[in-house]
């Protein structure tokens, strides 16, 4: 009885087929299923941007704000994020409150008092935005979410608020 190896000394797998044909193939497989993941699977449920737009208001909360801010954010102003930054959107409506300050009182009891001048501001910003797994983007590079950061510029004004609101 003949005894044969798996990988004769010429490198043939049975002494049929080059083990260097098969590493061949499996290299030309295995980029065919990742071009084929890259075109066909990914951008559906994996978190690629959409390129489809939606709109979407959003409203950013400026907490203690000195009054002479007030007339700086009208509706219909276009705001943009700080001062090189991408397109944000238009603003639709803006509401102000008082702000107020915990201050400890000389009995050790914390108050809420209402401070002179100074308010907090809701910006409602009604923007463009891409859809992705995670949420909305504005201007397919800012991810949108509540508490995050954003400086706000209009052409009077430059304020630093958080996204209190989405939807």
Not at 31 to 60: C, D, H, N, W
Not at 140 to 154: D, I, K, Q
């Amino acid at each position: 009885m003949k005894k044969t190896k798996i990988i004769d000394e010429r490198g043939f797998l049975f002494g049929k087929i080059s083990v260097v044909d098969i590493l061949a193939v499996l290299l030309v497989l295995a980029i065919g299923a990742m071009v084929y993941v890259r075109l066909f699977v990914q951008g559906k449920e994996t978190g690629y941007i959409s390129p489809e737009m939606t709109k979407v208001e959003f409203v950013v909360k400026v907490p203690t704000v000195r009054d002479v801010h007030k007339d700086a954010y009208r509706p219909g102003d276009v705001v943009y994020k700080g001062d090189d930054g991408p397109l944000l959107g238009t603003v639709t409506d803006v509401r102000t409150e008082q702000a107020y300050a915990l201050v400890t009182s000389q009995d050790g009891e914390i108050l809420s008092v209402p401070v002179k001048d100074y308010y907090d501001f809701y910006i409602t910003i009604e923007a463009q935005c891409t859809t992705g797994a995670n949420g909305y983007y504005l201007g397919n590079s800012v991810e949108l979410n509540r508490n995050m950061t954003l400086e706000l510029t209009t052409l009077y004004d430059n304020l630093t608020g958080t996204v209190y609101s989405i939807g």
